[in-house]
Each structure stands twice: as C-alpha cells, then as structure tokens.
Nanobody, 130 residues
Framework: EVPVVESGGGLVQAGGSLRLSCAASGFISDDYAVGWFRQAPGKEREGVASISRADRKTYYANFVKGRFTISSDNAKNMVYLQMNNLTPEDTGVYYC???????????????????????WGQGTQVTVSS
C-alpha cells in the first residue's frame, strides 16, 4: 500500500501558475509510476502527466504539453506538478496516484490511464478564473 496525499490546489487567474505536491510513501522499490490526473464536473477522470520513479521518464497529455511539468524527488517521496499558463479549462480536482503495473508498459495509453492505477489520494481542487 502506498498512501498518497495531494496539496497545493487553489484559485488562480487565467495565465497564472500553481504547483501541486504529492506526498507518497510506502514504496518498496523505485519501480513505480506516479501520475497526476484530473476530473472536471460532469467529466471522466483523465490523465495529465506521469513519471517513473526509477528513470524519471515522463508522459504528458497533449493538452498540457509545454505548460505543465512533472518531477519526482525520490529521497523525499514527493512528486510535483508545476502548472503554468493555466486556463479555465484546467479547472477540476487533481489527483495523484501510484502503481507498479504501469511500469511494464512504454506507452502513454497505460501511463496516463487512471484504470491502471490503484493507489489514489483524495484530490486537491484547482480553479482557474477567466
């Protein structure tokens, strides 16, 4: 089991920035994927970005490429999501999740698919005003 806790959400104006933090513990090795996902009201949960703790390889959804950056500090068991140039369409609850199965695959379909992650946090609200 990998307890996961998100923080850093809030209200920001369009064009602004936020940095989300994910505190995850209980890793028995570095062979884990940690991802950020989001869910807007009335919409399905979708993958935003994910990272391999082992080699720091990253995957991004097309709609955040060039704006968001995911990073991992393994020594602190922290994963961050730096979000720049936010738009109202980025509004939603952002979740952090971890899993070991995903590392078997080398494609964004698995790394950004919430169905492949078992350990979830409670989420943090991000609201972008226009």
């Amino acid at each position: 089991e990998v307890p996961v806790v998100e923080s850093g959400g809030g209200l920001v104006q369009a064009g602004g920035s936020l940095r989300l933090s994910c505190a995850a513990s209980g890793f028995i090795s570095d062979d884990y994927a940690v991802g950020w996902f989001r869910q807007a009201p009335g919409k399905e949960r979708e993958g935003v970005a994910s990272i391999s703790r082992a080699d720091r390889k990253t995957y991004y959804a097309n709609f955040v490429k060039g704006r968001f950056t995911i990073s991992s500090d393994n020594a602190k068991n922290m994963v961050y999501l730096q979000m720049n140039n936010l738009t109202p369409e980025d509004t939603g609850v952002y979740y952090c999740a971890a899993d070991r199965r995903v590392i078997r695959y080398g494609d964004s379909y698995h790394w950004l698919n919430p169905r492949w992650y078992d350990e979830w946090g409670q989420g943090t609200q991000v609201t972008v005003s226009s």
